[in-house]
């Protein structure tokens, strides 16, 4: 079978239409539209416009997002932590975002960001590779360790901690 009459039996399926009709101004697919509008057009995913076929633009597994404005974003922290009692060292990436109760605690945690993010490779740093290994309980190691550190540093009452990037090699 010739590439176009693939693209457009898939173009079909999808609901898109024939591929030239985007081209001619149809209400087929429009290359570039579906990136300004969050990277999704019609509930469908959008595809590269150029690259090898199967080819995405970022990894699988990577989340491409913006911090709301009611989040602190706090910058990734990259640590060498013990695996356990041989004295074998792992790398730790995280990134977490905080959600405070209100403005004013959002203010208030974003005086002390600095000191925040200090406190908390000080305080990983006190863990073990292991205790950050289990996917579920990880996560929520990580959730408690961060919102326990910036409470305390910053004084603000944190609602949430939302990790973005936890990461262990």
């Known amino acids: 079978m010739n590439k176009w009459l693939i693209l457009a039996i898939i173009g079909a ?29 019609g509930g469908h995913e959008a595809k590269p416009a150029k690259g ?3 080819e995405e633009p970022h990894g699988k597994n990577e989340i491409i997002a913006k911090v709301p404005g009611a989040y602190l974003a706090l910058s990734k922290i990259r640590l060498v932590i013990e695996e356990n009692d041989t004295g074998i ?3 730790l990436d ?7 109760d209100d403005e004013e ?7 002390k960001k600095k000191q925040i993010i ?10 073990n590779w292991e205790a950050f290994k ?7 190691v990580a959730k408690a360790v ?6 305390r540093i910053s004084g603000a009452k944190i609602a949430e901690v939302v990790i973005k990037t936890l990461v262990l090699k």
């Open 13 to 41: 399926a999808l609901g898109l239409g024939h591929p030239a009709a985007a081209s001619e101004g149809g209400e087929g697919h429009k290359e570039g539209e579906a990136h300004k509008e969050g990277g999704k057009e």
């Open 52 to 54: 090898k076929k199967g």
């Open 89 to 91: 060292l792992r790398s």
């Open 94 to 100: 995280i990134e977490a975002w905080l959600q405070p």
């Open 105 to 111: 605690q959002l203010a208030l945690a974003r005086s």
């Open 118 to 127: 200090a406190a908390l490779s000080e305080e990983l740093k006190r863990y």
């Open 134 to 140: 289990d996917s579920k309980r990880g996560i929520e």
């Open 146 to 151: 961060v919102k326990e550190t910036a409470e």
